[in-house]
């Protein structure tokens, strides 16, 4: 009877090269010949640079390398690549034969109106066992495969994911630190022109005294001197909140973040070309995610189908049993079975069908999924291509205007003070000039920000 069932094994293993489903692929979807708004399509991407090579503030390198150590949901990303590791590691096992062992020991008891009792009259009997259960599921219909399969595009979906956040962390960081300087700069303007007013008030006063002005001037700026005052407070509150929400991105409790220098030089040493649509599809985790997601799910397509078939496994038991202890290990203590089990749905309303065509649905989702991520890839690159060439020429023309304002206000101010128009004038030039530089520092940050965009939107960051 081994001897059968061994030779049943040749044609289950040819059998088992029939794989039912669609094979797992890369999703045949077009790309377009180029990014929008790229200057330079066939050059190297900015995506390929080393986030070390883009933000070159020594802080901001610092908050960087500490988030990608520290943060929380980078963390837990990391651990789900280890789970969904565990998890391959187990469908992988289905690969190979199940051995289990049990041992015991029974008293028995018999009734004599049962008709159990022994022809020697002896009502108690013992019995112990040693033994063993083979499993071992020959794969048919490709069912194992396929699940092998979709386990390991699960755990590459988990990989990507885990690049995607460090990409969204990276991005965040940055982004959040351009904020903060930007706020300083604010401070210091707001500060800076608190200053001024002071000392124009203290002018006006004067004159006043003098009987040159009037308590109009003296109240416009006073009103001037207030509008620069409660920015002061609104600024600071404004920090506290930013260098929280950088500890938040540090996996940190609320404090105080360090930093010096100036950001000004990163956007004018910087080069953003896109590169090639493909190296894009490539380069960023997101869509390689999504990618491998679409790959798990039709390999999962296969292992509904082979539900539906007959499955074959060889199964046996093997031990040693005596009703005597002592005889337990003995020769003729020994006792086995083996030989191929044939299982397979005979009824079941349709259960196993359905279950196909759920896969197939799940299949499409993940492909429609992808593919609203390849264009949503598209969309936010060619947006910050365009972004980091319009805020270049925005920046630019709110230097200029800056420079006129300030000239303005000087104009507006030696007349004033030799008596040829009145504070009004001085009030409208100095607000001017006010927003001017507040509008100025804006503006380099959404440089700053256009080139965080567009880093991120071509897939940078996670190398």
Known sequence: MMKRSILLLPGAVFLSACV?????????????????????????????????????????????????????DLTAATYRIEEARAIAGATRAAWFPSLDGSGGATSNYASP????????????????????????????????????????????????????????????????????????????????????????????????DGGVSSDLEVGQAETLLGQAQVLIPITENAIAAKENEIRA????????????????????????AGGLPSALMERRPDLAAANQSFQAATADIGTAEALR?????????????????????????????????????????????????????????ALAAYDRAAK??????????????KTGEIVAQRKRLVAASGGVSRVAQDRFQGGASSYLEVLDAERSLFTAELDLADAKRDRLLAVVQAYRALGGGWR
């Open 113 to 208: 109106n049962a008709g159990q009792v022994a022809p020697s009259g002896d009502r108690s009997s013992d019995s112990y066992n040693l033994t063993s259960f083979l499993s071992w599921e020959i794969d048919l219909w490709g069912g194992i495969r396929r699940s092998n399969q979709a386990a390991r595009a699960r755990f590459l979906q988990a990989t990507y994911q885990r690049d995607a956040v460090q990409t969204s962390l990276v991005a965040s960081m940055a982004s959040a630190y351009i904020d903060l300087k930007n706020l300083d700069e604010r401070l210091a303007i707001s500060r800076r022109t608190v200053e001024s007013r002071k000392a124009s008030l203290d002018l006006v006063t004067t004159r006043r």
């Open 376 to 389: 949503q890839a598209f969309r936010e690159a060619s947006n910050a291509l365009k972004a980091h060439e």
């Open 249 to 272: 991105l540090l996996g940190e409790y609320p404090g105080g973040i360090t930093r010096s220098g100036s950001l000004d030089q990163v956007s004018t040493s910087l080069t953003i």
């Open 309 to 365: 078939l007959p499955g074959l496994s060889l199964t046996g038991s093997g031990g040693l049993v005596s009703g005597d202890l002592s005889d337990l290990l003995q020769g003729k203590s020994t006792a086995f079975s083996i030989g191929p089990r044939l299982t397979g749905p005979l009824f079941d309303a349709g259960r196993r069908s359905f279950g196909v065509k759920a896969a197939q649905a799940r299949a499409k989702q």
């Open 20 to 72: 039912l489903g669609p094979e797992p692929a890369n999703p045949d979807l077009a790309a377009p010949i180029s990014i929008r708004n790229d200057t330079a399509p066939h050059g190297a991407s900015f995506g390929d640079k080393s986030w070390r090579k883009v933000f070159t503030d020594s802080n901001l390198r610092d908050l960087i390398e500490l988030a990608i150590k520290n943060n929380p």
